[in-house]
Antibody
């Protein structure tokens, strides 16, 4: 069974930094791209970033480009989202998702809440 | 990376069919068959119900079906049931290798 477990969320001030982790199990981690999706309170889903299974290719939404980085540790089956220069509008539940095929997110974690507020 | 356009809400009675549209451009929905649909109940993580325009993952009811014409994808739910009441989101691959979601549609089962 596929499991994805996010951690690292919390409350922080604007301009701060945070690193989210997503521990994966139940599948061949290096064979699948992994994606972060966020959902602001009461709002819809927003794609944030994707990393290829090899870890070589990374993609970012315009809203986070230059502030967020994504990486993976294939020895630990973990994907990370480093978030810098955080803004109030980054407040959201952040989900990690396994991407089967292209842009089909077939497994999701339970999400971790990031709150950016002064 | 503009969000795909979905109706904010749709409704139907039990047993009826409804269709949710998802409109993009030739750089996303119209250009690729990598369109997927997600169901999200309140307080829960999204669930994949359609991938590659019209394919259902194992375990998803055949009451859910997907299609695409030009720059618009559609999700049809037939034989509406109370448990189908949820938010639904489309997603597409794009020409810049980004992914983009629709704004979401709230389905109310009357």
């Amino acid at each position: 069974e596929v499991w994805l477990l996010e951690s690292g969320g919390g409350l922080l001030q604007p301009g701060g930094s945070l690193r989210l982790s997503c521990a994966a199990s139940g599948f061949s981690f290096s064979s699948y791209a992994m994606t972060w999706v966020r959902q602001a309170p009461g709002k819809g889903l927003e794609w944030v970033s994707t990393i290829s299974g090899s870890g070589v290719y990374t993609y970012f939404a315009d809203s986070v480009k230059g502030r967020f980085t994504i990486s993976s540790d294939r020895s630990e089956n973990t994907v990370y989202l480093q978030m810098n220069s955080l803004r109030a509008e980054d407040t959201a539940v952040y989900y990690c998702a396994k991407e089967s095929g292209v842009a089909a997110f077939d497994a999701w974690g339970q999400g971790t809440l990031v709150t950016v507020s002064s | 990376q503009s969000a795909l356009t979905q109706p904010a809400s749709v409704s139907g009675s039990p047993g009826q069919s409804i269709t949710i549209s998802c409109t993009g451009t030739s750089s996303d929905v119209g250009g690729y068959n990598s369109v997927s649909w997600y169901q999200q109940h309140p307080g829960k993580a999204p669930k994949l119900i359609i991938f590659d325009v019209s394919n259902r993952p194992s375990g998803v009811s055949n009451r859910f079906s997907g299609s695409k014409s030009g720059n618009t994808a559609s999700l049809t739910i037939s034989g509406l049931q109370a448990e189908d009441e949820a938010d639904y989101y489309c997603n597409s691959y794009t020409s810049t290798s980004a992914r983009v979601f629709g704004g979401g549609t709230k389905l109310t089962v009357l």
